[in-house]
C-alpha cells in the first residue's frame, strides 16, 4: 500500500524498481565478497603459515628493503627508481620451459632432495662467475628478464667508463655514444679472425667506481674492477685464453697477466684524391713543427727541411712565402689555398693535436708518408749505441696526449705496435712533460702468439680513479670487441636472483628457500642462495663459484660449515629474502660497519 501511495502521488514508480534492482544486486555482490574474503583469509593463514616456518629458522624481524636503479623512462632518458628487493625475483616462461623439458616443476611428490640440485645446475649451466666487490656489489642489480638478455647473447656485461673509446667501421667512438644496433670491431676466436658485429643490448649503469689498468705497452683503460678480461691460462705454444674479471688476475705468474692485443687494426679505406703522398708528407711535418694564428689567419711551419716542404708546394702550385727568423731557421707562410684551409684543422697549439678522422682512412702508403713527414720534424731514427742490445727503429717525441693515442692508432693500422712512455724529466728543452713513443720490430707487443692480427702485451698495475660514468654492452655472438689503444676485452653478474626465479618457477615452496645477503668468511660481500634440507639444516648453493657438484642437499656445505669461504659469516649477516618475504637484523656491529662500507642504494626498514 505504502509503495503504490508514493508511486501514485509521487511518481516514483520507477525509482523504487530501480532501487529494488540495486538492492538485488548489492546482496548478490555481498556474497561475492564473502566467498572472495573467506578465500582471501584461506590464503592469508596459509602464506601466514608458510612465513612463520619461514622465520622459524632466522628468528628476526621482517622488513622493508628497496634497491635503487637506474631505469628506462623514455628513450636514453633513466631515473633512479627505488626497487623492493623481492621483484628482482621474477619467474618467466622461458624458465618453466626449460624445467618442464626436463621435468623439474615440483608437484609435491619428487624428492626435494635431488630435485633442488638439479634446478640449481640448470640455472647456471655452462656460466662462470667472479667474486663480487669487497663489502658490496660493483654493479646495479638486475631483474631476471635482463640477465636472460645476457646469457642469451653469450655472458654479456662490460663495465666501462663512458669516455673510453673502441672501435668501430668508421673509427673510433666513445662508449657513452654507442647505440644498440652499432656494429663495432670485434675478434672471431674460432675463425681467427676480426670481424664486425653489432650491439645487441646496452645497460646504463651509472656512477661507478672505476680503475685504471696500466699495460707493458704504456696504453691504460678506465674500468670496473668487475671488468672481464681475456687472460692467457698457459705458458707455452699457442696461447689459450679464458673470460677473467680484473679483480681475480693473477699478477703472481707472468703469463696470467697477458691478455691479446691487436697486432694490426683493419680499416676502411676512404683516400682524399687531390692528396697525394707528398702533401700527405708536408701535413704530417706540419703537425710536428706547424702552428696556427688568429683563427686561421697565419698557418706556418719551420724548421731546417723548409727546403724539402718548398719544393713540395712549388710541384702543387700551392703559393706560399719564405723567411727566417732571428735565430735564422727558415720560416714558410702557407698563403690563401684549400690546402692552407685543410691544415688550419689539424692543431691550435702543441697541446691541442687533432688528426682528423678522414687521415685514418688513407691507402697504408700515404700514411706512411704522412707518418714519415712528422717524424722529420719530430721524431729521430734511432741509431744510439748502449751496453745492451736495443731493436728501436724510430722514436717519436709530442707533448700532445691525443696525438699520442693517434700515432698509436695509425701505427696499429699499419701493424708497427709502438710503445709509450710519458717522460717527467726528459732534460730537454722546456720543462713540460713530453710522450716518447718508440718502434721495435722485435717487441713482445708485435710477436705473433698463435692468433692473426693479434700479439700480447701484460698488465702492469691497477689503481683507483674515483666513480665515473659507465656502461655495460653486449656485442653479438663473439662478446669481443677492442679499446682504442687496441686491447681486445670481453664483457659484468648477479645470479642469485636468477636461481631464486628458477626455484619460484618450479614451483619448490618458499618455506625451503632464500637469498641471504651479507660479509662472507672470505670478507667480500655477497648475495647468495641458502636452502633447507630435509633436517631443517640451511644448505649453501652458491650463487658465484665455487660451485658443488654434489647430487643432493645434505652434500652442500651448511651455514655453519667453516670452510665454506664464500658463505654468509657468522655475526655477517645483513638481510634476507624471497619473492614472498624479506627479513632483517644486523648480528653484530662488524656487520653494521661492512653494510657502510658497502655504499650501497639499498635502504632498510625494520616492521615489527
Known sequence: MIKEFFGHYFGFTEEIVRLREIVKKFTEDIKYWQKKAEKANDNYYALKSEFEL??????????????????????????????????????????????????LIYDGTQDLEELIPKIYRLAKKGYKYGKDEKYGFEEYWMFPFELQAVLKYGKAGDC????????????????????EGDLVLSYDFDKEKFCEKPIEKIWEKGKLKCKRVYFRNGTTIDVTKNHPLWLRTNQYGKSKYEK?????????????????????????????????????????????????????ARVCTSGYDCEIIAGILEENNIPFSEKTNGNG???????????????GKFKTSSFNINIPEEIFHLPENKIRKFLEGYKLGDGYIDKRTYSFKHNNEFVYNTISDQLKDDLVRLHLQLGEPLYTYYCKNHMGLGNKPIWRIYYNPESFFARDYGYKGLSETSIVKVEDIGEMKTRDFHVKDTSTFFF?????????????????????????????????????????????VYVKDEMQVWRHLNSTRPESKETRLSGFPSNKDEKDMAGIKPNGFWFSYNDKFSVHRWDSEEAREAFKLAEQPIYIKVIK
Not at 170 to 177: D, H, P, Y
Not at 332 to 343: A, E, H, M, P, V
Request: aromatic content about 12%; overall charge positive; glycine content about 6%.
Open 329 to 343: 731557421v727558415p720560416i714558410i707562410t702557407f698563403l690563401k689555398s684549400d690546402f692552407k684551409g685543410f691544415l
Open 484 to 528: 682504442k689503444n687496441g686491447l681486445c676485452a670481453h664483457q659484468c653478474d648477479d645470479w642469485a636472483n636468477l636461481i631464486g626465479s628458477y626455484f619460484v618457477a618450479a614451483k619448490i615452496p618458499r618455506n625451503r628457500w632464500l637469498i641471504s645477503v651479507g660479509v662472507t668468511r672470505a670478507g667480500y660481500g655477497h648475495a647468495t
Open 244 to 296: 677473467t674479471i680484473l679483480s681475480e688476475v693473477n699478477q703472481s705468474l707472468w703469463y696470467r697477466r697477458k691478455v691479446p692485443v691487436a697486432k694490426k687494426i683493419p680499416y676502411k679505406i676512404k683516400d682524399i684524391e687531390w692528396l697525394n703522398p707528398n702533401l700527405c708528407f708536408v701535413t704530417g711535418h706540419f703537425i710536428a713543427e706547424g702552428w696556427v694564428e688568429k683563427n686561421e
Open 54 to 103: 619461514f622465520q622459524k629458522p632466522v628468528d628476526i624481524p621482517s622488513a622493508e628493503i628497496t634497491y635503487s636503479r637506474p631505469l628506462l623512462v623514455s628513450e636514453r632518458t633513466y631515473e633512479m627508481i627505488g626497487i623492493d628487493i623481492r621483484n628482482f625475483i621474477m619467474a618467466d616462461f622461458h624458465m618453466e620451459k626449460k624445467l618442464k623439458a626436463k621435468n
Open 160 to 179: 666501462v667508463a663512458n669516455y673510453e673509446e673502441i672501435y668501430t667501421p668508421n673509427g673510433l667512438k666513445k662508449i657513452g655514444e654507442l647505440k
